[in-house]
């Protein structure tokens, strides 16, 4: 799940499809590998100190890509590599402005490791920022306290500190409108009448502002009128089947009302592939692109959940630690940005008319993410359960009923990791300790098979168990993948996109055979919605697409002028506004040109982004590139052009290479791949370049090799089935001296570029898994 969001897509590459046969020829953590790679965050000149300046971060790394830089658990930044050989080793640098922070802020970075693909992390560095101006305030509600009866008017205090003066201190009643305290010697107060509102628990929070639009927030205060709110106990209904919506589709479907229409289509489809109705809707409800949906669009949010019930839609709100990365949210100096995200859940369905409320909570914080988990004292784990724990105790103490899913991986209950865990009195494995807490939990039984010990009913044998022993009907909801894996994990096992929705929908209902009697098995999820609808029957000739309602209009321009910034030699980010459609914008198409005032053609398609930004790399060092956007509906009718903008990439000492001659062959039950490196300015073949790719549609399968002396390459996939469709992406090349300039490599006649290739190209997603 949220492992997505800690990815940014490689960019739009050769890539080759071939069609085999008929007239055509053509999670699991526990098992990963151990890195090779390694990373360090070395102390600046004059130590990990500053002014509220910028301070150049930086250290030393090998065998590792795509290197972040995380700070303080809220923003994460890709850093600058100085990579002389081209070997993925060398120097990470990143200009860090502090101009924001006050006091001790922590660091930390990570790469991913060439072999495995999988994170490999820094050891954690402070660096302490003596800048009382980019101080916010801290404020703390003092008065009145939880769970004591309230009537008639009531002081609320309020207590703040900040290193330079607040301004304004400013409380809320249920989500209301914020007004101004009153100062009274070191405290402010607020007078709140609780008149004629009868027995309920309110939502109190205070805000604090010591310069302009600068503000410090309180933790919640339920404050109970009367006998308070108190909903009674309702019976855990069964999800199935239920689906996560991550962003940017969340988004789409509250700010976009077109986008309901294509859901309910799609939803309701149970002809297409003989799949179940879904009846439950995980809702992304976090941060996304300057938009925050619980605190500003809150009249679109209540529009789309009364939309949902009027479907008879149950809809949960989807969550994920409220941290950068998501894992953070585990360790208990993060836990308070957990609780505020599911205080801000509570407080909406506090305030909100029952039509508009949520019907639960999907909480995504994996701490298995973070090297910490493999400590021999297992102490991340039991912070990850205080974090659970206090996240419930807040949605109890408001007396609010909205159940509460962990999304959990499938080796809590057999993992040395989750073995033994000591907490609350009791020495349980990990997962049954969640069990015991939650209301229900979403297993990530990402497997492509249901049968086998690894297969998908196994891997949900131990929590459905569990749950019937403790007594939890509809309690264990077993999800499954759809998502084509790209940067991690292993795409052949884990995941449903190469066999296709026929080959998924007849492995669910062997788990529906296996469960669908037993009283703990509350349904199956599918993470996500947007892989979901693009999944056909199978990959090659003949496969089924599910279809969108029709639409004839295109989608609006984009607002604003789209932002741009050369990050490397060969790396341009871009950001741009968001467009609207009738139905639903699916994609923004990136046009790319080295010439000014282009006029894009179909040729000119850099890629497709789902969401709000693109990184455009494996571009060539000192050339100036141009770029237009415009956004992309589900029937292809494409909207206006933006304004033309321009970066031009930085200098640097490696020449780039690039791939031409690719071919695909069908041999007996696999495919192979033979493709030629050359050095892109003089076309001369490089012998000895290791070459890494992944097979694409049907096929899966990570592998590498080294070129021959003709420059040459040839690998293999796993097997495949006669009639489908295979494709190759070539993901990373070294060779010493040289980058792999990718947007570059040479297509031929033989070669059928599919959108579905470039469609993941450039983006950078906050999915989870």
């Given at each position: 799940m949220k492992k997505q969001h800690l990815r940014v897509y490689s960019g739009f590459r050769l890539a080759m499809v071939l069609l085999i046969g008929m007239v055509f020829v053509g999670i699991p953590f526990p098992g990963k590998a151990g890195a090779a790679g390694s990373i360090s965050l070395d102390a600046p000149g004059g130590g990990?100190?500053?002014?509220?300046?910028?301070v150049e971060i930086g250290g030393s790394y090998t065998d590792l890509y795509d290197v972040r830089l995380y700070v303080n658990g809220t923003s994460q930044y890709e850093v600058l590599l100085?990579?002389?050989?081209?070997?993925?080793?060398?120097?990470?640098?990143?200009?860090?402005?502090?101009?924001?922070?006050?006091?001790?802020?922590?660091?930390?970075?990570?790469?991913?490791?060439?072999?495995?693909?999988?994170?490999?992390?820094?050891?954690?560095?402070?660096?302490?920022?003596?800048?009382?101006?980019?101080?916010?305030?801290?404020?703390?509600?003092?008065g009145p306290s939880e769970?004591?009866?309230?009537?008639?008017?009531?002081?609320?205090?309020?207590?703040?500190?900040?290193?330079?003066?607040?301004?304004?201190?400013?409380?809320?009643?249920?989500?209301?409108?914020?007004?101004q305290a009153t100062e009274q010697g070191t405290a402010y107060v607020f007078v709140w009448d609780t008149a004629g509102m009868g027995d309920r628990t309110v939502s109190l929070e205070a805000r604090a502002t010591n310069a302009p639009e600068r503000y410090g927030y309180s933790p919640t205060v339920y404050a109970q009128v009367g006998n308070?709110?108190?909903?009674?106990?309702?019976?855990?209904?069964?999800?199935?089947?239920?689906?996560w919506i991550w962003e940017p589709e969340s988004y789409k479907l509250i700010l976009n009302p077109g986008s309901r229409q294509v859901l309910e289509s799609f939803i309701t489809d149970t002809q297409t592939f003989g799949q179940d109705p879904v009846q439950t809707l995980?809702?992304?409800?976090?941060?996304?692109?300057?938009?925050?949906?619980?605190?500003?669009?809150?009249?679109?949010?209540?529009?789309?959940?009364?939309?949902?019930?009027?479907k008879n839609l149950q809809v949960h709100a989807l969550i994920a630690g409220g941290t950068s990365p998501a894992y953070m949210g585990a360790y208990e100096k993060y836990h308070s940005h957990a609780v505020r995200e599911i205080e801000q859940v509570i407080n909406y369905n506090l305030a909100a008319a029952d039509s508009e409320k949520f019907d639960g909570i999907n909480v995504d914080i994996e701490p298995y993410i973070s090297p910490d988990f493999r400590d021999p004292s297992r102490f991340l784990q039991q912070e990850y359960l205080d974090v659970l724990q206090k996240m419930i105790d807040r949605r109890d103490m408001a007396g609010i009923r909205l159940p509460f899913g962990p999304a959990v991986p499938k080796w809590y209950d057999t993992s040395d990791q989750g073995a033994n865990i000591v907490w609350d009195g009791s020495s349980k494995w990990l997962s049954e300790h969640v069990q015991d807490i939650s209301d229900y939990i979403s297993i990530m039984d990402y497997r492509d098979t249901a049968d086998?010990?690894?297969?998908?009913?196994?891997?949900?044998?131990g929590e459905l168990a569990y749950a019937d022993q403790i007594g939890k009907p509809n309690s264990v909801v077993i999800g499954v993948e759809t998502l084509d894996i790209a940067n991690s994990g292993d795409p052949e096992t884990i995941t449903f996109w190469e066999e296709g929705r026929n080959h998924m929908e007849a492995e669910l209902d062997k788990v529906y055979t296996a469960y669908g009697q037993n009283s703990a098995f509350g349904g199956i999820a599918v993470h996500h919605y947007d892989s979901y609808r693009a999944l056909p029957s199978y990959w090659g000739p003949g496969g089924t697409f599910w279809t969108a309602p029709d639409d004839q209009e295109a989608p609006s321009a984009l607002a604003g002028i789209p932002s741009i910034e050369a990050t490397s030699y060969q790396t341009i980010q871009l950001n741009y506004g968001t467009a609207s459609d009738n139905m639903e914008v699916e994609r923004y198409v990136i046009y790319r040109s080295t010439v000014q005032g282009f006029m894009p053609a179909a040729s000119d398609i850099a890629g497709l982004a789902r969401g709000l930004n693109y990184q455009d790399k494996g571009l060539l060092p000192d050339t100036t590139y141009y770029y237009?956007?415009?956004?992309?509906?589900?029937?292809?009718?494409?909207?206006?052009?933006?304004?033309?903008?321009?970066?031009?990439?930085?200098?640097?000492?490696?020449?780039p290479l690039i791939v031409s001659d690719m071919n695909l062959v069908y041999s007996g039950s696999a495919v192979s791949v033979t493709l030629k490196v050359r050095d892109y300015d003089t076309g001369a073949v490089l012998t000895g370049a290791k070459v890494e790719g992944r097979f694409t549609y049907?096929?899966?399968?990570?592998?590498?090799?080294?070129?021959?002396?003709?420059?040459?390459?040839?690998?293999g996939s796993e097997a495949v089935m006669p009639g489908r469709q295979v494709g190759f992406e070539t993901r990373r090349i070294r060779y010493n001296g040289y980058y792999y300039a990718s947007r570059h490599d040479l297509s031929h006649a033989t070669l059928l570029m599919q959108n579905a290739d470039h469609e993941e190209s450039g983006e950078q997603s906050s999915e989870g898994g």
């Open positions: 990990y100190v500053s002014d509220g300046g910028m100085n990579d002389p050989d081209g070997d993925d080793n060398g120097t990470w640098s990143y200009m860090l402005d502090t101009s924001g922070y006050n006091g001790t802020v922590e660091l930390v970075v990570r790469g991913l490791d060439t072999s495995t693909r999988y994170g490999v992390w820094s050891t954690p560095a402070m660096l302490t920022v003596d800048n009382p101006a980019g101080a916010v305030p801290v404020v703390t509600i003092t769970g004591v009866p309230l009537s008639g008017q009531v002081e609320v205090t309020i207590e703040t500190s900040s290193p330079i003066p607040v301004s304004m201190v400013e409380v809320r009643v249920d989500r209301g409108p914020w007004q308070g709110t108190n909903e009674p106990a309702v019976p855990l209904p069964n999800q199935d089947r239920a689906m995980y809702l992304a409800v976090g941060k996304y692109a300057g938009y925050n949906v619980l605190e500003e669009q809150v009249d679109e949010l209540r529009s789309f959940l009364s939309w949902a019930h009027s086998g010990s690894a297969g998908i009913i196994a891997g949900a044998a237009r956007i415009a956004a992309r509906d589900l029937q292809g009718n494409i909207g206006p052009l933006t304004d033309e903008v321009s970066a031009t990439t930085g200098s640097t000492t490696l020449r049907s096929a899966g399968r990570y592998t590498s090799g080294i070129t021959g002396a003709d420059g040459n390459v040839t690998l």
